[in-house]
């Protein structure tokens, strides 16, 4: 079967679990400064920089993904977020991009088929694609409305080559994950899109959306129905939403998209709101209590944590799953579908 078929197989048979975030994980290691840097010979300071911690620091990667694999996680995504030429600008690291991406996708790789080897489970890696830190549907200039710092084609070329990257890596998917400009993610499926075409084979996409308010948009304003018709066209494995929200107040909008989208639904909200701090304080027992609700009531069929998650929360949520029936795939009547900021179905 294809990675896709061996996907839906699995995620329409149990809810999966995918794992948390590795930015708080790679914090919690306490580098310095130079173990950051490594020997890339970078001048600039890169602590922080957790993307580069792949080629530099990968036993600790490599202990962080285990930690996900012990909670029961089976959907793994590379440490790779901002792991693109525009983001690695801020830290003079953008000329390793290639390696970082393939050093990532490595360590996620050989840690899930080793697991796999021991217990026969399926595992799936996935390519996390960050949104970068630049928009194309805004201007960052008030004063000027139609100021972009960008291209379109610029943006597809930029993941491109991370994707391409993480594909030579060994991931089996490309996750463009919290969107917040719907044009970003559009840059982001025609450089997929493009990829398959050279590599002549099919590349898996995962889409998730995040949500800038309580109402349900994006920032670049687009609802979560009219987001779904946005992408449909790319015919994803699986869409969800991440970030954003606790799961609390992320429930009305997977309830949503449940009921419209017609392939998987894979969510993974935070540990709750932060406090004033900026920490979150949702204990993992709390987290898999709200997303339990989500799987009883037919919601999802793969399930994780973004902000705040640790691997306590993961196998909490695995537990939490455990034995419950996942989302059914509804069959959706066919109709034109278009998408403004706002969903605009034109009437048979």
Known sequence: MSIRERLIEAATANILVKDG?????????????????????????????NDLVNLTQPQVIRKICDAYLDAGATVLATNTFNANRISQADYGAEGLVHEINVAAAKV???????RTEQDGRPRFVCGAVGPTNKTLSLSPDVEDPGFREVTFDEIVEVYREQCAALLEGGCDTILIETVFDTLNCKAAIMAVKQLERELEREIPL???????????????????????YAVRHAK??????????????????VQLLSGIADTLLMAY??????????????????????????????RVNIVGGCCGSTPD????????VEGVAPRAVPEVETGMRLAGLEPFSIAA
């Open 313 to 320: 929360h993961i196998a909490a949520m695995a537990q939490a």
């Open 21 to 49: 975030p590795y930015g708080t994980a790679i914090q919690r290691a306490r580098l310095a400064a130079e173990d950051y840097a490594g020997d890339t010979g970078l001048e600039a300071d890169q602590k922080g920089n």
């Open 269 to 298: 909200p935070n540990a709750g709101l932060p406090n004033e701090l900026g920490e979150y304080d949702e204990l993992p027992e709390e987290t898999a209590r709200k997303i339990r609700v989500w799987a009883e009531n037919g």
């Open 108 to 114: 996620i790789r050989e840690a899930c088929d080793a």
């Open 236 to 253: 994803p494995v699986t869409v969800g939403l991440n970030c954003s929200f606790g799961a609390e107040q992320l429930r009305p909008h």
């Open 206 to 228: 995962m889409i998730s959306l995040t949500l800038t308010d309580l109402s349900g948009r994006n920032l670049s304003g687009h609802t979560v129905e009219a987001f779904w």
